[in-house]
């Protein structure tokens, strides 16, 4: 198991509503990578924050959004929910600037938007 | 220019049987290649990594073959075994700071590997 927490870990919200994902990072870590992945699909990165800014995102709309707190655990936020945005959400940690390179996922959270 | 195709979508094999599965990159940037394994409910979890310095890697039963001219590069998994059923992801990346945590994965293969 990692140190890497995420909750809930099962959660059903409507279409339109908004949702916040909570990941608590390995002890230690500085940076959390949020990823997507869709049933049957690999993880797609969302964005990172490395030090409690936004470091890198990749392609998804405004509606996703994060914020890094000084502990360095993370949330996730989607405004205005869309069908397509059900998935298996991931964080995951790594220590950026350290020598050791593993970014470690935690459980993830599963979305249903119905 | 950012994707990771990855093959066989799924896989079975006979127990003491080698699993073989391929990922091909686009990004001649890329330098840093993981490859995870992912249980039903559970997150990835890292397996093996190489960095394209090398041609291969081997950790216990499982190897990585690196090609840096094809930009191809495969795990290997000796004598599979039924606890190996699982899906597996390959992913790449540029390496160093915080980049490790900025992967491209590969769409993911289920292996079954029957007792």
């Known amino acids: 198991e990692t140190g890497v927490t995420q909750s809930p870990t099962h959660l059903i919200k409507t279409r339109g509503q908004q949702v916040t994902l909570r990941c608590s990072s390995q002890?230690?870590?500085?940076?959390v990578s949020w990823y997507q992945q869709a049933l049957g699909q690999g993880p797609q990165f969302i964005f990172q924050y490395y030090r409690e800014e936004e470091n890198g995102r990749g392609n998804f709309p405004p509606r996703f959004s994060g914020l890094q707190f000084p502990n360095y655990s993370s949330e996730l936020n989607v405004n205005a929910l869309e069908l397509d945005d059900s998935a298996l959400y991931l964080c995951?940690?790594?220590?950026?600037?350290?020598?050791?390179?593993?970014?470690?996922f935690g459980q993830g959270t599963r979305l249903t938007v119905v | 220019q950012q994707q990771v195709k990855q093959s066989p979508q799924s896989l079975i094999v006979q127990k003491g049987g080698i699993s073989i599965i391929n990922c091909a990159y686009e990004?001649?940037?890329?330098?840093?290649f993981p490859w995870y394994q992912q249980f039903p409910g559970k997150g990835p979890a890292l397996l093996i990594a190489?960095?394209?310095?090398?041609s291969e890697k081997k950790e216990g039963r499982f190897t990585i073959s690196f090609n840096k001219s094809a930009k191809q590069f495969s795990l290997h998994i000796m004598d599979s075994q039924p606890g190996d059923s699982a899906t597996y992801f390959c992913a790449a990346t540029v390496a160093g700071g915080t980049s490790y945590g900025k992967l491209t994965f590969g769409q993911g293969t289920i292996l079954t590997v029957h007792p």
């Open positions: 995951a940690s790594s220590l950026g600037g350290g020598v050791v390179a593993e970014a470690f």
């Open positions: 002890s230690g870590h500085n940076t």
């Open positions: 990004n001649t940037a890329f330098d840093y």
């Open positions: 190489i960095r394209p310095d090398v």
